[in-house]
């Protein structure tokens, strides 16, 4: 397999940087206008150049449709209707996801609503399953994806050079308090085996921010709040309507706002804090500049959980049953592991519980906007 050297030693991340974080707040008549209007505020355009290909990822939590789970169709329309209107042609913007050992990403495009949006403007969604991937020594002091990829970390081989636009939505993560911008490049740089760095989610997404200062000339995020996922996230969630989208250059600060907004002390998530003492990004709220409408009053009282496949994946990679991890997660016998996750989630959780909840979500106006998709 053809390997990449990492071109230069990063240069020193620079801890006086300040960061700005864009907040709206939106309801489904003018979301399109809301979203042009939260990445000029944002200041997308210091980050990302028409001159350059972008990278678009998309986050696919889930093949099917569950609110707040994946990308809004909404928000892909809002960000890729702006960004053609400001100069970006369609053949430099590269929407893209790539899959789990429990997702589909084609047909997750289609289930999300995603395949009509990116056809109506002239877009093109890619599969990762479907490019060359190459393994990348990259020169940073990455925490643990070394260890746990000895043999090399791949990447898409299209990733490097270009850069890069995240679409996470707000909501909690069983297994890292809560996911945004940082968790949504996992699923971009490491193949579908990734689920073997759950046992260091947090040092992992470290990792993740310092690869992605080597590949990517610029990185930004738009964040749709619409409805977001409180409870057993990432996918198991309760939907709650917060009618807020968010936009930063700063990865790790629009995760501690987005945190902040779902009532959690960002320093206390371990890779929010960590990222922040080494420069990465800045987590503390009191150093970010918030501009936009004021949310100083928002508070959404989110508490994450553990869906039953988070609780019994971490009983086995750090609880008491931790002696069999080689056997059931890294031997032929792990099909069980995605098997189960399926049955769980598809054939037991989704057509009961998340049937209600969607059932409920859909007599919503953002519902409603769903169905128009």
């Given at each position: 397999?053809?390997v990449?050297?990492?071109p230069l030693?990063?240069v020193?991340p ?9 907040v ?11 979203y042009?209007?939260?990445m ?10 028409p001159?350059?290909?972008t ?8 093949t099917?449709?569950f ?8 928000q ?17 913007l590269?929407?893209?996801?790539n899959k789990?050992v ?9 289930n999300?609503r995603?395949?009509?949006?990116l056809k ?8 990762l ?5 190459q393994?990348y020594r990259?020169k ?7 260890d ?12 490097p050079?270009?850069q890069?636009l995240h ?7 069983g297994?890292?308090?809560m996911?945004?911008s940082?968790?949504?490049?996992f699923?971009g ?6 689920h073997?760095a759950?046992?260091h ?6 990792d993740?921010?310092?690869m992605?200062r ?5 990185v930004?995020?738009?964040m749709d ?8 996230g990432?996918?198991t ?6 009618n ?10 629009i995760?501690?706002?987005?945190a902040r ?16 003492e080494?420069?990465?990004g800045?987590a503390?709220?009191n ?15 989110f ?11 971490q009983?086995i ?15 032929p016998?792990?099909v ?19 049937r209600a909840?969607i059932?409920?979500?859909?007599r919503?106006?953002?519902?409603r906007l769903?169905?128009?998709y």
């Open positions: 397999m053809p990449i050297e990492a030693v990063p020193a620079d801890r006086t940087r300040t960061a700005r974080v864009a709206v707040r939106t309801r489904p008549d003018r979301v399109l206008a809301d042009a209007r939260v000029e505020l944002a200041g997308y355009r210091d980050t990302l150049s001159a350059r290909d990278l678009i990822k998309l986050n696919l939590s889930w099917k449709y609110p707040a789970c994946s990308s809004q169709p909404w892909v329309e809002g960000v890729v209707a702006k960004m053609l209107a400001d100069g970006f042609a369609t053949d430099r590269l929407p893209l996801e789990t429990v997702t589909n990403p084609r047909e997750g495009c289609r999300n995603w395949e009509p949006v109506r403007h002239g877009l093109t969604f890619t599969a399953t479907e490019v060359d991937w393994v990259f940073s002091p990455l925490l643990k994806l070394n746990i990829f000895p043999e090399g970390i791949q990447i898409p081989a299209i990733y050079g270009r890069i679409l996470p939505t707000v909501k909690t993560h297994h890292a308090v996911t945004g940082v968790k949504n490049s699923g740089l490491l193949k579908e085996v990734r073997y759950h046992k989610m947090h040092e992992v997404l470290v993740l921010l310092y992605q080597e590949l990517h000339p610029g930004f995020t738009v709040g619409t409805v977001a996922g409180d409870g057993a990432p996918r969630m309760i939907p709650r309507v917060a807020l989208i968010l936009a930063s250059a700063d990865s790790v600060a995760d501690a706002i987005s907004l779902m009532g959690f002390d960002p320093m206390s998530i371990p890779f929010l804090r960590m990222a922040h080494r420069g990465l800045v503390d709220v150093a970010i500049e918030l501009v936009g409408d004021d949310v100083a009053d928002v508070n959404l009282g508490q994450t959980r553990k869906s039953l496949v988070i609780w019994g994946d009983l990679r750090k609880g008491f049953l931790r002696p069999l991890e080689p056997l059931l997660l890294h031997s016998l792990m069980w592991a995605p098997f189960a996750s399926n049955v769980y989630h598809d054939w037991l959780w989704y057509p009961t519980v998340g909840r059932r409920e979500f859909m919503t106006e953002w519902g769903f169905q128009a």
